[in-house]
């Protein structure tokens, strides 16, 4: 039988309301990145010989160290590893303290209590709320930004109050803006820095605010932290626990996906209040059995190489650069970022003498469709698309063959700004 022809059964009316009930799969609104992907293939079907560059890929464009692929080889092939992780083993804990101490100035963090693996950043962030979150709860959340503790939050019965990232911030959110009522009822903070999309970076002052706002509002805040690592031109990687107070308030995730080149396994961890690291464990338990004992080893050695993301970092910075300059010289105003592979640029008004861009989809959809550039739209506080510095390309050589292929096919437009 066909999708249509089970939507007339029982099934169709045992869905969950969370996930739209009786009208799920009916809904012919299109996602966003559906969006994409559609015109992509449209675009390639159109011009089948003309190269399609791809800058809206938001992950690391190459395999992990060797280094890291040959310790889980290595571990694979022990029988003691075959086994359940249930929620972590001990080396991977003391790792993971041991490199926000390092990288990230962090003391103090207790590996027993205070820190928890994770299958990545996504699954943790997916779980948190239901430590947390009873009908008619609230999480803030800055907008644009990564949706799944919202989603989780509203599959409990929660609501989402947004908080705009704007330029004349340096996209950082303006907690004056959170009305009394919603701070006082408010369970969850999310904040993400180096951020997605925007690649802002946060600011020692900026978390120190947020530790005196989440005390006085008694919120516990979720620092989703997996690009804190890549870090540019001289900034130091910031961990929100290196602030005074932070411990006290909240937690910090962090992934090896992006900084270690690790998205496909799956592995990271939670950090930070005891309490709160608890209480994940035990909602843990209950999801997953934990990662595989290898990937853990093999993580535990990449942490214990932080060398390793700064070259990754070196390549990303270089990228930046040559982006930067190209868009620049037709007239953007873009702006690298201090950390992160986004680059977060303002959509043009359109085309002179031509065609309008009413949103950043509108130029997104230009961009792929008629230049066979992809990136990615975020209109939610504004006309943004999100570049990424992670396409494809086999060294200098080819990096820069890439973003001059870029100026070329933009350089016969005259954008509107």
């Known amino acids: 039988m066909s999708i249509e022809q089970y939507q007339d059964s029982f099934i169709q009316t045992n869905f969950a309301d969370r996930i739209g009930g009786a009208n799920y799969g009916k809904d012919t609104s299109i996602y966003k990145f559906e969006k994409i992907k559609r015109a992509k293939a449209s675009a390639k079907q159109d011009f089948p010989d003309i190269e399609l560059i791809d800058m809206g890929v938001g992950e690391p464009d190459e395999m992990a160290d060797t280094g890291i692929v040959a310790k889980l080889a290595e571990e694979a092939a022990k029988e003691e590893n075959r086994g359940y992780a249930d929620n972590g083993i001990a080396e991977f804990k003391t790792a993971a303290a041991d490199y926000l101490r390092e990288v990230f100035r962090v003391e103090g963090i207790d590996p027993v209590t205070e820190v928890v693996h994770s299958i990545g950043s996504k699954p943790a962030l997916a779980m948190l709320p239901s430590c947390f979150i009873n009908p008619g709860d609230i999480t ?55 951020n997605n999309p925007t690649g802002a970076s946060a600011t020692p002052e900026f978390f120190a605010e947020v530790v005196a706002w989440a005390k006085k509002y008694d919120v516990v805040v979720i620092h989703d932290a997996p690009y804190a690592a890549l870090t540019y031109d001289g900034l130091k990687p910031l961990s929100f626990l290196s602030v005074p107070g932070a411990k006290d308030v909240g937690v910090e995730l962090h992934s090896l996906s992006k900084s270690y080149n690790m998205t496909g396994w799956r592995i990271g961890f939670v950090a930070g209040n005891p309490l709160v690291v608890k209480a994940f464990s035990d909602v843990k338990d209950n999801n997953d059995s934990g990662q595989f004992i290898a990937i853990q080893k093999a993580a535990a050695y990449g942490l214990a190489h932080p060398e390793i993301t700064e070259a990754i970092a070196a390549k990303y910075s270089r990228r930046h650069n040559l982006l930067v300059d190209a868009l620049n010289s037709l007239g953007f105003q873009a702006e690298k970022p201090k950390g992160s592979f986004f680059l977060y640029v303002a959509a043009p008004k359109g085309v002179k003498g031509g065609r309008r861009f009413e949103s950043g ?21 504004g006309p943004f698309v999100r570049f990424s510095v992670t396409f494809i390309a086999k060294g200098e050589k ?9 100026q070329r096919r933009l350089s016969d437009v005259e954008f509107e700004f």
């Open 361 to 381: 989809e509108d130029f997104s959809q230009f961009l792929i469709r008629e230049k066979l550039i992809s990136t990615v739209p975020w209109d939610d506080a």
């Open 140 to 194: 803030i959340m800055t907008v644009p930004g990564y949706p799944v503790l919202g989603t989780h939050t509203k599959y409990l019965g929660g609501q989402v109050f947004t908080v705009e990232l704007k330029k004349e911030n340096n996209f950082l959110p303006d907690l004056n803006e959170i009305p009394e009522e919603v701070a006082h009822k408010a369970k969850l903070l999310y904040l993400n820095y180096p």
């Open 398 to 406: 080819e990096e820069r063959r890439v973003i001059s292929e870029i």
